[in-house]
């Protein structure tokens, strides 16, 4: 068996020799967290995360790390540092959240973890390893926690005392038996920066988070984004970094990330709003599919756009935006256009508007198109 002929430290070092760039490895002990199972059930009735439709089965699932791997007995957990230097933004570009700024990090560490794993039952001499990877049901941050990688911030995300938060989580469950590392003693204290700083308070303040308030939820979900939580967006078109940039621990920690967590192309950290607003699937899928941000579609990062240019206030995008009303052919991205027209309000954006009303032919879009220019006492036509 592996412990026999490999130590604890070994192990530790074979997951260090196969991770590009820094990176924390802690042992956590596999057995069901029942305190995990039912802070998830509380999160799940409260509706924290009713945009993924979780429930108490989720949870079950995720506290139980026998789920993944019968027999299990530990969990080795892995911390990979991603964040690197900001692009400088000209005006007009969106913002994009720094873990999708590369190549999908899913690809990158799931090969990576099982080579770690592949290493481990070569050494055991029989297969006694599974990987987890934000792909399956597992309470990632709790047994990060428990491993002692760090504590779990207000902001919601594992906070590594040597790496700060802007960390990728990955898991190696395995059934032999590895000393178990001790829980840091740690928390956020009195510090509320991230919970001051979210624009939309997604963040409660105790430790707890609204998910369905929270940019990084708003710009993934394939529906429309609730009206009175556009204007709070600001310029992301995907994901939020805001809570993180804010932590100390994270702004201590700096840029750690390797050379692959750089952006893949000045698009993809930084695009420019008003090429994304038209973008098509040829352009998607080269640019943009190879990253987190491929697996929602192009009509999402469009509508995105579309928002984060009627927060920009640019009289001078109305033309693009009007084209836009004309041409886009998905209804969900008309309908934001709309929005951020009537956002803008200038007098060719109204007068646009009130030019495709008598055209538009779906519900949704003539509403968002009626409540633009009755906001400024006009009626439609």
Known sequence: MLRSRCSKSEIVALARSVTEGECDVRIAPAFVDERTRERLREAFSRGDFATWGYDDARADRAADPTRILAQAKSVLCIAFAYATEPPRRARLTGRVSNYAWSTDYHRRLLRTLHEIARRIDERAGEPVTAVACD??????????????????????????????????????????????????????????????????????????????????????????????????????????????????????????????????????????????????????????????????????????????????????TVPALLDALDGEPHAMVRAHVAWALGRIASPTALDGLRARLSREGDGSVREEIMLAVNAFGESGP
């Open 135 to 316: 792909t399956k049901p597992i309470a990632e941050r709790a047994f990060a926690a428990k491993a002692g990688l760090g504590w779990i911030g207000k902001h919601t995300n594992l906070i590594s005392p040597r790496l700060g938060s802007f960390v990728f989580l990955g898991e190696i469950l395995t059934t032999l038996e590895i000393e178990p590392d001790a829980p840091l003693r740690k928390s956020c204290g009195s510090c509320s920066r991230c919970v001051d700083a979210c624009p939309t308070r997604a963040l409660r303040g105790d430790y707890t988070i609204d998910a369905t308030r929270c940019i990084a939820d708003l710009t993934q979900r394939t529906d429309a984004i609730p009206r009175e939580m556009r204007a709070l967006l600001g310029e992301w078109v995907w994901g939020c970094d805001i809570c993180q940039v804010v932590c100390p621990p994270t702004n201590a920690a700096g840029h750690r990330g390797a050379e692959s967590d750089a952006p893949r192309t000045p698009r993809t950290a930084a695009p420019d709003l008003l090429a994304l607003l038209r973008l098509r699937s040829g352009e998607f899928g080269r640019t943009f599919r190879p990253t987190a941000m491929g697996w929602r579609g192009a009509a999402v990062l469009r509508r995105n756009a579309a928002v984060a240019l009627g927060n920009a206030l640019d009289r001078s």
